[in-house]
């Protein structure tokens, strides 16, 4: 896809009201293919913008690529203008509380009366069903939707280290509006798309309810689990570093002893083959261990890079703005902050047609395009 080729959603506009992670994810996604995404702002600004805390790089990593409108939809006025602005759009983007937005007419059964062509995506705890009323937190369904348990140690349930139920809400979110985008193109009407943190999160876990479903055995936790592999762990080396390796085929356990020089492991008949080793996997692990403890990761790396064993460094996530992966791919990139500075933008993991979706514009102030927007409004109004 050359440089000037115009993104896949061009032409295509979005209103998002939204705060958070889940909504303004959809929101982003639609924006860097391509949308002219819109979002609506209350009077000073949304107030995800000022988190403290884990919460205070939010705004930046979800809100690129928009135009921001302040408009009180509390207010009767601000109600209307806003779904005089959704009735010029294509898309309309939201993750509040259930019934806020029917409370203010902006609900998609009102909207799609004078805009039938509307596509409307609910971001929300819960999708139709007993739940549909609570309301939820990416934690509160990591720890109902299973995932907790299986992420800590036995008795220790543990939310995952990111907002997965969010981000990954807003993905299936931006899903269902490219495929009633769609769907549209043949039958010239829109319709409602709702994504909802729960399920997204039964969805992660259907993998391990499958298993008891097979097998009648409840999985235990990943920390407590029994591995399909022998050699799939995290190691201390010299110095107190660690590397995970993980050798899952007998080709790549020879390998890795001839990497060792362990000439001890390889010839051993209990290790014989992947079953065997698994076997006896804390007593290989116990003897990996006392031979990794004298290696360094900067000498180590690189033969099992050659070697062709999987491995990996244990990365925090500050030390990832200077990996050089990401920044000769071009998968973290400059981006012009609203207060003026400059930020490192961490794009959607993918490429289309050699392209990266990047950033095509600063990441807005509050309510900095309000003029702009409803000026367009005001034009289209009937005289």
Not at 76 to 89: F, N, S
Not at 122 to 139: C, I, N, Q, T, V
Not at 166 to 178: C, E, R, Y
Request: glycine share 10%; with cysteine; hydrophobic share 40%.
């Amino acid at each position: 896809m050359p440089e000037d080729t115009p993104l896949p959603l061009a032409g295509i506009r979005v209103l998002e009201f939204s705060h958070m992670v889940m909504g303004p994810t959809c929101g982003m996604i639609l924006a860097d293919l391509g949308a002219e995404v819109i979002k609506v702002e209350p009077p000073g600004g949304d107030r995800t913008r000022r988190l403290p805390g884990l919460g205070i790089g939010f705004f930046r990593s979800f809100n690129r690529n928009k135009k921001s409108v302040v408009i009180d939809i509390s207010t009767d006025e601000g109600a209307a203008t806003a779904a005089g602005l959704a009735r010029q759009c294509d898309v309309v983007v939201e993750n509040f509380r259930p019934g806020l937005m029917r409370e203010r007419g902006l609900d998609y059964e009102t909207l799609s009366r004078g805009a039938p062509h509307l596509v409307y995506a609910s971001h929300k705890g819960f999708l139709p069903g007993p739940y549909e009323k609570r309301l939820a937190l990416d934690e509160v369904v990591q720890m109902m939707g299973g995932l907790s348990y299986m992420t800590g140690p036995e008795g220790r349930p543990l939310r995952a280290g990111t907002s997965v139920n969010d981000i990954m809400g807003g993905m299936f979110g931006a899903i269902g509006v490219l495929a009633a985008l769609r769907e549209r193109e043949r039958t010239g009407r829109g319709q409602e798309v709702q994504s909802a943190l729960f399920e997204n999160c039964v969805f992660l876990c259907a993998q391990h309810m499958q298993q008891f479903a097979m097998t009648g055995e409840a999985p235990p936790p990943m920390p407590s689990r029994v591995s399909a592999w022998s050699v799939y762990d995290v190691f201390t080396l010299a110095g107190g570093e660690q590397l995970f390796i993980g050798a899952v085929s007998d080709k790549q356990f020879a390998t890795l002893c001839r990497v060792l020089e362990a000439h001890e492991l390889a010839a051993d008949p209990q290790l014989a083959d992947n079953a065997s080793r698994v076997a006896v996997r804390p007593q290989l692990l116990q003897r990996l261990g006392a031979i990794l403890q004298h290696h360094r990761a900067a000498e180590l790396a690189p033969k099992l890079e050659a070697a062709g064993v999987p491995y990996a460094p244990i990365v925090r996530p500050d030390q990832l703005l200077d990996d050089p992966h990401l920044r000769q791919s071009g998968g973290l990139v400059p981006m012009r902050n609203e207060e003026g500075g400059q930020s490192d933008a961490v794009l959607l993991p993918l490429q289309m047609g050699g392209r990266r979706p990047g950033v095509r514009r600063p990441l807005p102030r509050v309510g900095e395009h309000t003029e702009e927007i409803l000026a367009g409004l005001r034009s289209a109004a009937p005289a």
